[in-house]
């Protein structure tokens, strides 16, 4: 085996890890319930998901499943999620390294509701200003992926309607905190609207625009 084939493996390998632990993140923070989410990573031209109907606390090392952006399984043998055309559609439009999809309880709720979240914190401009619902289709099809995408133009998150959420980043960490910050919005629009007698403030687009340029910034920088 050549010291570069060698390299290859061991950042595959790390990078399931890191995947294995943000999979089972989703779960432990109530976003997800038992396999109903997926999570992927991008390492070259493979990409690491989730498998298929497999609890995430049961994943092991051995269990590295990987396709390529063509969809060609090429790691492991176990079945990779039925959501992949969608994780794929992602990775071959933008520059993604990392796919979060989850069926968080808030964001659902709201995707059942209106056709875009209400600009009611500045956080929407982290995902790149109002938060877009993709129109329903059945999940795994090619046709969502393409509604996710239309959804996406210029965003790093959306909602998908009447079934949960995808957001990407570079780091799995940045694609994950992206749908946690997703989750509490939609939880934070709920919460507000449905008190009686009043309706939230919402921002302009000229906030949201500011918001999202002073958020680039934001944070400790290399």
Do not use: F
């Not at 050549?2 to 950042?11: P, S, V």
């Not at 302009?204 to 934001?218: C, H, P, V």
Request: proline residues 4%.
């Amino acid at each position: 085996m050549t010291e570069e084939r060698r390299d290859a493996e061991r950042e595959a390998a790390q990078a399931w890890e890191a995947l294995v632990a943000t999979a089972r993140r989703t779960v432990a923070d109530g976003l997800v319930v038992g396999t109903s989410g997926n999570v992927s990573a991008r390492v070259g031209d493979l990409v690491l998901v989730t498998p298929s109907g497999v609890p995430y606390d049961r994943l092991t090392p051995d269990d590295i499943t990987g396709v390529d952006l063509g969809g060609r399984q090429v790691l492991g043998t176990l079945v990779p999620t039925s959501e992949l055309p969608m994780h794929l559609a992602v990775y071959r439009t933008t520059d993604a390294r990392a796919v979060v999809h989850t069926h968080a309880v808030h964001a659902t709720a709201v995707s059942t509701l209106v056709s875009e979240l209400p600009p009611v914190h500045y956080m929407a401009g982290a995902l790149g200003g109002r938060v877009r619902v993709a129109a329903y289709a059945t999940y795994g099809t090619d046709e969502l992926a393409e509604n996710i995408l239309r959804a996406l133009a210029d965003r790093s998150g959306c909602l998908l309607q009447n079934h949960g959420t995808i957001t990407y980043g570079s780091t799995l960490d940045q694609a994950y905190d992206r749908t946690a910050q997703l989750e509490w919005m939609c939880r934070l629009w709920l919460t507000a609207s449905s008190v009686p007698g009043l309706t939230p403030s919402l921002l302009t687009d000229a906030q949201m625009t500011e918001a999202g340029t002073r958020l680039k910034g934001y944070g400790q920088q290399k």
